[in-house]
């Protein structure tokens, strides 16, 4: 399985486990699009969420890369690389 493949999974398991019952006093300006104002409240909380997963993965692919060791360092410590860039860009 490819890390974009891993990584869309990771954001679609995101998306299923999280709840959308958010109590948000965000305010939202005036916009021409015709999404109801609950369903961008719910969709800004879904959007702050993956935003905060995607950080997280982020530093932990950073981490890793950082701390490998062993036989297979050098395979592991460019894989780990490759992720946080890949993250980065998100």
């Known amino acids: 399985m490819g890390f974009m493949t891993t990584l869309l999974a990771f954001q679609e398991d995101l998306v299923m486990t999280t709840t959308l019952s958010v109590k948000s006093t965000a305010r939202f300006y005036p916009?021409?699009?015709?999404?109801?104002?609950?369903?961008?409240?719910?969709?800004?909380?879904?959007?702050?969420?993956t935003l905060a997963a995607t950080l997280d993965l982020k530093t932990q692919a950073k981490q890793a890369h950082w701390n490998v060791k062993g036989m297979d360092f050098l395979q592991l410590h460019e894989l780990f690389d490759a992720m946080s860039t890949e993250l980065k860009l998100l």
Do not use: C, G, P
Request: no cysteine.
């Open 31 to 49: 916009t021409r699009n015709d999404l109801a104002a609950d369903v961008r409240s719910q969709l800004a909380a879904l959007l702050n969420q």
